[in-house]
């Protein structure tokens, strides 16, 4: 018998971080909780230039002097450290939710009996390998996205429950073109990952400091406002209560940048479907190797590499509705 995608299926997601909040401090209070300050937004006006004109203007040059001469007037949130701090701190839970052994939705019987013989045979062999890459997706700070570019020195500490003391990361010894290390500190939070994946919901605190430089200017998530007024503000960051923060999404899109499978990889991109990365417009991901794809060549017996059930997992853990149901 054939297995197919019920018409109803869905996968809870595995890893949920909470949303990251920033403080500015100092670099050499890193250990004193006391001596951290939350970061309150503020708004930037400017008077800039206009440098991007359509092409019915670039061809009109009297128009086009016309809109040189013209300011560019700005309207936005920023937020910066302190200017007499140094440094800034990214803190956020991760909650790993076991529960992959079987669908949180699923009307096929015979797809679920399937499902759960393989996936359970993974997760006793193979499942190691992905909790070392999110493991090593917190160790390099990949969370922090542009926060990371150019900063003095990035620490990242993780504490959970078992330990004695925090996990200690120095970020940069870890490149975001690779996906896994043999470090024992990664080792050891790999194996806090797997145990929550496996069956002992984990619950960890990740906090994180980047050495910027005095009054350096931080970004936190910035909100998607469709739409926005002529003249209005166009920049909308994320804050909770007035706070600079970062989204859980955009924490959990860093986490899972694990997929360097695709075919011709050169550097890791998220776990998604079809490999997609709307920043460059590309998926990865051909009908070929999506998940869906995969998935059935697997509950159906053919033979598929071991990098391919990687990714499949990877995607259950991310979660998601896959049936084929109507739309």
């Keep these: ?14 890893l949920e971080p909470s949303d990251a909040l920033m403080h500015s401090g100092l670099w050499v209070n890193m250990n004193d909780k006391k001596q951290w300050q939350a970061i309150e937004l503020f708004e930037r006006r400017n008077r800039a230039v ?11 040059e009297e128009e086009l002097q016309k809109q040189i001469a013209e300011a560019n007037l700005a309207w936005g ?5 302190a200017h007499d701090n140094d440094t ?49 997706n917190i160790a390099n700070g990949r969370f922090l996205w542009r926060n990371r570019v150019g900063a003095q020195d990035i620490k990242v500490f993780v504490s959970h429950s078992s330990l004695s003391s925090p996990l200690e990361f120095n970020a940069y010894e870890f490149s ?16 806090l990952i797997k145990a929550g994946l496996s069956g002992e919901n984990t619950f960890l605190t990740i906090n994180a400091f980047v050495k910027l430089g005095e009054g350096q200017r931080v ?12 003249g209005e ?35 890791p991109i998220a776990i998604e479907a079809y490999g997609s990365v709307t ?11 999506d998940f869906k794809t995969l998935l059935l060549k697997w509950l159906n017996g053919k033979d598929i590499s071991e990098s391919n059930k990687h990714f499949v997992v990877a995607m259950i853990i991310r979660g998601g509705v896959f049936g084929e149901g109507e739309s």
């Design 219 to 230: 970004w936190p998530s910035q909100e998607m406002v469709l739409n926005s007024p002529k």
């Design 233 to 267: 503000k166009s920049r909308h960051l994320f804050s909770l209560n007035g706070k600079a923060a970062m989204h859980c999404e955009k924490i959990g899109n860093a986490l899972r940048t694990i997929d360097d499978w695709y075919k011709d990889a050169t550097t």
């Design 279 to 289: 920043q460059r417009g590309v998926a990865y991901r051909s009908s070929q190797d």
């Design 1 to 14: 018998m054939t297995i197919t995608l019920p018409s109803v299926l869905a996968f809870d997601r595995k």
């Design 50 to 60: 206009k440098s991007n004109f359509k092409q019915e203007v670039l061809d009109n």
């Design 77 to 81: 949130d920023d937020a910066a450290l």
């Design 88 to 136: 800034l701190q990214v803190s956020f839970s991760l909650r790993v939710v076991r529960g992959l052994e079987r669908p949180s939705v699923c009307n096929k019987k015979e797809f679920e009996d399937a499902y759960r013989k393989e996936i359970s045979a993974y997760t006793d062999t193979s499942l190691g390998e992905l909790a070392r890459r999110y493991a090593y």
């Design 176 to 191: 975001l073109n690779k996906t896994t290390a043999d470090h024992i500190s990664i080792n050891a939070l790999a194996e």
